[in-house]
């Protein structure tokens, strides 16, 4: 009988690693499935308008400081894998939009990093200038953690600046759609996988007791995922017809 439970007991605890391993996988992989039906609308349209590459800038800066925040707080490893997984996503996503933009634009003007142009930041035509950026941000928080990382409170703050910006994933394409009046040319598959990926990932947050502030990015996502959703129900012609 001894034999027989110490068995099951094993077979659980078999069980439980087999799931916690794939929630690490989905974990470490799932963020970047959602821009996979993004990426395949923009380039069947060969239009990039209905999508804001503001949601790149954001996550790029999110995951850069989520890495600075694991070198000074070391907490699970598939996080730090997942800010990896995300960077490199919101480049290839960054570079098809350039692709189509200077493939359809009419302008000779090209805006590039090296103008200095405020008005034209994050709308440059060089995929070159956004990985230039992405260095020199990437530069400054070294140097920065560098001088920084024995002070708690530094890496206290840097862990709530990595949350607050990933919090904020989904409020350029709310606010472009609320300019546009128009949620066309976003893929609407990728907001319900925005919606399910968070739901997950904040439960995983509280199951797995990580820092407090992953628990509270993943609220602030899922309720910012639901008001895209609702753009997209509200921005339908059936339903502003009836609306009037």
């Not at 308008?49 to 800066?61: D, M, N, P």
């Not at 472009?176 to 893929?187: C, H, L, P």
């Not at 319900?192 to 739901?199: E, N, Q």
């Amino acid at each position: 009988m001894e034999a027989e439970a110490a068995l099951q007991d094993e077979g659980t605890e078999d069980s439980w690693s087999l799931l916690s391993w794939l929630a690490s996988c989905l974990m470490v992989f799932g963020g970047a499935l959602p821009y996979v039906p993004q990426y395949q609308e923009i380039q069947r349209s060969n239009n990039s308008e209905g999508f804001s590459t503001r949601v790149c800038l954001v996550l790029l800066v999110a995951n850069i400081l989520r890495i600075f925040f694991w070198i000074g707080k070391q907490f699970e490893l598939t996080l730090l894998l997942q800010s990896v997984v995300m960077i490199l996503t919101m480049f290839a996503m960054l570079h098809l939009c350039c692709t189509v933009q200077n493939t359809n634009r009419v302008s000779t003007k090209q805006h590039r990093l090296s103008d200095l142009d405020i008005r034209y930041f994050w709308k440059w035509s060089a995929f070159e200038d956004y990985l230039l950026f992405c260095f020199g941000f990437t530069v400054l928080c070294a140097v920065v953690t560098l001088l920084l990382l024995d002070s708690a409170v530094f890496v206290e703050t840097l862990g709530s600046l990595a949350v607050m910006f990933e919090a904020m994933l989904g409020l350029p394409q709310l606010l472009q759609n609320f300019e546009n009046r128009s949620t066309k040319g976003m893929s609407v598959k990728m907001v319900m996988l925005w919606t399910a990926g968070d739901v997950f990932k904040t439960t995983y947050f509280v199951m797995n007791e990580s820092p407090t502030q992953f628990a509270v990015c993943g609220s602030v996502q899922i309720l910012i995922d639901v008001a895209i959703l609702l753009q997209v129900l509200f921005y339908t012609p059936d339903t502003r017809a009836k609306l009037g």
